[in-house]
């Protein structure tokens, strides 16, 4: 009897260190072993990711995706997520890389890491009706839509109370499309949202809003997401997207989407960036 628990016991043991190998080995090991790499989009966010009129997934993450997928040296699989799940599929690893326009903060930082550089720079603006506000301050006890996930749910509040004391009610909607509908339908006075999200938005539902007092606020920064504590995966990540800032291949995305030809052209640069006349022609690119 006590054989058979030593056995049974062994048995467990083998199965666990097992387990923790397999918990402990990098994505990029699994990554090139499956010949796919799992990528996180959204689909309601033009012009970053969205399903176009012919039904088919776009946008400049979408591109940035592929591109990535193709330095890898892997084929790349597309997985649904929204801003709820483009994190929570990071951390239960349904996904090796989350693309969807997540701006970079000190709480998202808990949840997951990023790869370096970040690869778009954004800020955000309120949008109402053109001639309803004149100023960030007139949005004080107003109704403010925001995306739900999004980290302008407590940004905006924030904003607004650099201004004025009368504090807003903060509504959430499932995308920016239902946002700006409810904009349009009245039910809130301004929709607040990045803004090239929300030039693009704006630029196909209507033509009789504003951003107020033409102010972009909160900038940020997009980065890639990739899962925590896996330092070979995110530092291959970051590699790759170097290569892609470095080759071209970024600019070229970049300029099919935001540029003056463009899809949906930018009045701002949102490349990733430095100051050339200190850092040269090397800019985000670590050295070998």
């Not at 990535?68 to 084929?75: H, P, R, S, T």
């Not at 839509?145 to 009368?166: L, R």
């Not at 239902?178 to 349009?184: M, P, S, T």
């Not at 600019?251 to 100051?275: C, V």
């Amino acid at each position: 009897m006590k054989k058979s628990c030593l056995v049974a016991l062994l048995s467990v043991l083998f199965l666990m260190s097992l387990i923790s190998y397999a918990a402990g080995e990098s994505l990029l090991n699994e990554v090139t072993k499956r010949g796919t790499v799992r990528i996180g989009h959204g689909n309601a966010t033009p012009p970053m990711n969205y399903i176009d009129d012919k039904g088919e997934w776009v946008g400049f993450d979408v591109d940035l995706g592929t591109v990535i997928a193709e330095k890898l040296g892997v084929k790349v699989e597309r997985v649904l997520v929204d801003n709820k799940t483009r994190i929570a599929f990071l951390a239960n690893r349904s996904i090796d890389i989350s693309l969807a326009n997540i701006s970079h903060t000190r709480s998202r930082d808990e949840q997951m890491d990023y790869a370096e550089p970040p690869y778009f720079w954004t800020g955000k603006i309120f949008y109402s009706k053109k001639g309803k506000f004149k100023s960030i301050k007139d949005l004080g006890g107003k109704k403010i839509g925001v995306d739900q996930g999004s980290n302008a749910f407590i940004a905006a509040p924030q904003e607004i109370a650099k201004y004025t004391d009368k504090k807003p009610e903060m509504l959430s909607f499932q995308n920016s499309a239902e946002g700006f509908l409810a904009l349009k339908q009245g039910k809130i006075d301004s929709y607040s949202q990045d803004a090239q999200i929300l030039a693009a938005v704006a630029g196909s539902l209507g033509e009789e809003y504003e951003a107020v007092g033409g102010a972009i606020w909160s900038p940020g920064l997009y980065g890639i997401g990739v899962p925590p504590d896996d330092s070979k995966w995110r530092d291959k990540v970051s590699f790759v997207l170097q290569d892609i800032l470095k080759d071209g291949s970024y600019e070229k995305i970049y300029q099919k989407w935001f540029g003056p030809k463009g899809i949906s052209p930018l009045p701002i640069n949102a490349r990733p960036r430095l100051p050339k006349d200190t850092f040269g022609d090397m800019l985000y690119i670590w050295p070998d």
